[in-house]
């Protein structure tokens, strides 16, 4: 049974940092995102890594202050977030191609889903 099992969420004032981490079981993966979303939009993406190639890859508005890694002892990935806004306050989920899609941006995608973890930003 596969299954994404995220931490790391919680309140934290402008110019923060978090660290999100999700356990992976069940099977391997090619790929693995982070999708984030906020009340009244549509879910986005925020980053994604390639399991083997270790090639990352990060949206406009993350790129700079977000970092993905992963730990393949673990099969946990995670996403460490510095300089954090009150725009990026959101439902941070993990998320799992089991194959290999040349679009890592597109959350239908991405087979497997955690449970999401709230991350919220004061001014």
């Known amino acids: 049974q596969v299954q994404l099992v995220e931490s790391g969420g919680g309140l934290v004032q402008a110019g923060g940092s978090l660290r999100l981490s999700c356990s992976a079981s069940?099977?391997?993966?090619?790929?693995m995102g982070w999708f984030r979303q906020a009340p009244g939009k549509e879910r986005e993406f925020v980053a994604a890594i390639r399991w083997i190639a270790v090639t990352t890859y990060y949206a406009d508005s993350v790129k700079g202050r977000f970092t993905i890694a992963r730990d393949d002892a673990k099969k946990t990935v995670y996403l460490q977030m510095n300089s954090l806004k009150p725009e990026d306050t959101a439902v941070y989920y993990c998320a799992a191609q089991p194959t290999y899609y040349s679009d890592y941006i597109t959350p239908k995608n991405y087979a497997y889903w955690g449970q999401g973890t709230q991350v919220t930003v004061s001014s």
């Open positions: 069940g099977r391997t993966f090619h790929t």
